[in-house]
């Protein structure tokens, strides 16, 4: 059974710091390029950062580059997400996937998604 899981979320004030864990069992990580993505209450789902399978190349959204950082150690079978400066608007459901062939900052392309975890930035 394939399985990603997100962890390190929860409460943190603004212009405070996070990271986020993805952890990849069932499926061989390594061969995935990685996704992160959020939801904010009411809104669509945004992909805010990728990452791809061997060389690491990576990809950020407007609204988060310069603050978040994606890395992975495929020896680990994990993702992560480095969070700094953050800010109330960063507020939402994060979640991880995974997928074959090139990194994508777009949901529809990926093929396991983790359950998500709940960032919230408020003072």
């Known amino acids: 059974q394939v399985q990603l899981v997100e962890s390190g979320g929860g409460l943190v004030q603004p212009g405070g710091s996070l990271r986020l864990s993805c952890r990849g069992s069932?499926?061989?990580?390594?061969?995935?390029?990685i996704g992160w993505f959020r939801q904010a209450p009411g809104k669509e789902r945004e992909g805010i950062s990728s990452i791809s399978s061997h060389l690491g190349g990576t990809r950020y959204s407007d609204s988060v580059k310069g603050r978040f950082t994606i890395s992975r150690d495929n020896a680990n079978e994990t993702a992560y997400l480095q969070m700094s400066s953050l800010k109330a608007e960063d507020t939402g459901i994060y979640y991880c996937?995974?997928?074959?062939?090139?990194?994508?900052?777009?949901?529809?392309?990926?093929?396991?998604w983790g359950q998500g975890t709940q960032v919230t930035v408020s003072a």
């Open positions: 069932g499926l061989f990580l390594p061969h995935f390029a």
């Open positions: 996937a995974a997928r074959w062939g090139p990194p994508d900052l777009l949901p529809h392309g990926y093929n396991y």
